[in-house]
C-alpha cells in the first residue's frame, strides 16, 4: 500500500511559482511511476505531468510544457512539480497518484489546492 500526501499549494499572483510536494508513506515509492493531475471547479480531473519510478522518463501536457517540471527524490520518498510562470486558469485542486502498472493509476493522495490571482 502507498499513501500520498500532497503539500505545497496556496495562493499566488499570476507569473508567479509554486512547488508542489508529495510525500509517499507505506512501501517505498521507488518503484512506483508517480504523477500530478487537477480538477478546477466544474471541470474533469486531467492530467498535468508523470514520471516513471526511476526519473528517467518524464511526460507533461500541452498546457503544463515549458512552464511544470516534474521530478522525485526516491531517497526521500517524495515526488514534486515545480511550477512557473502561473496563469488564473491554473487554478485547481493538485493531486498527486502513483501506480505500479502501465494501466490506471492506483493511489492518489488528498489534494492541495492551488490558486492563481491576477
Known amino acids: 500500500q502507498v499513501q500520498l500526501v500532497e503539500s505545497g499549494g496556496g495562493l499566488v499572483q499570476a507569473g508567479g511559482s509554486l512547488r508542489l510536494s508529495c510525500v509517499s508513506s507505506g512501501n517505498t515509492i521507488n518503484r512506483y511511476a508517480m504523477g500530478w493531475f487537477r480538477q478546477a471547479p466544474g471541470l474533469e480531473r486531467e492530467f498535468v505531468a508523470s514520471?516513471?519510478?526511476?526519473?528517467?522518463?518524464?511526460f507533461c501536457a500541452d498546457s503544463a510544457k515549458g512552464r511544470f517540471t516534474i521530478s522525485r527524490d526516491n531517497a526521500k520518498n517524495t515526488g514534486y512539480l515545480q511550477m512557473s510562470g502561473l496563469k488564473e486558469e491554473d487554478t485547481a485542486v493538485y493531486y498527486c497518484?502513483?501506480?505500479?502498472?502501465?494501466?490506471?493509476?492506483?493511489?492518489w493522495g488528498p489534494g492541495t489546492q492551488v490558486t492563481v490571482s491576477s
Open positions: 514520471i516513471s519510478s526511476t526519473g528517467g522518463n518524464t
Open positions: 497518484a502513483a501506480r505500479d502498472k502501465p494501466t490506471g493509476w492506483d493511489y
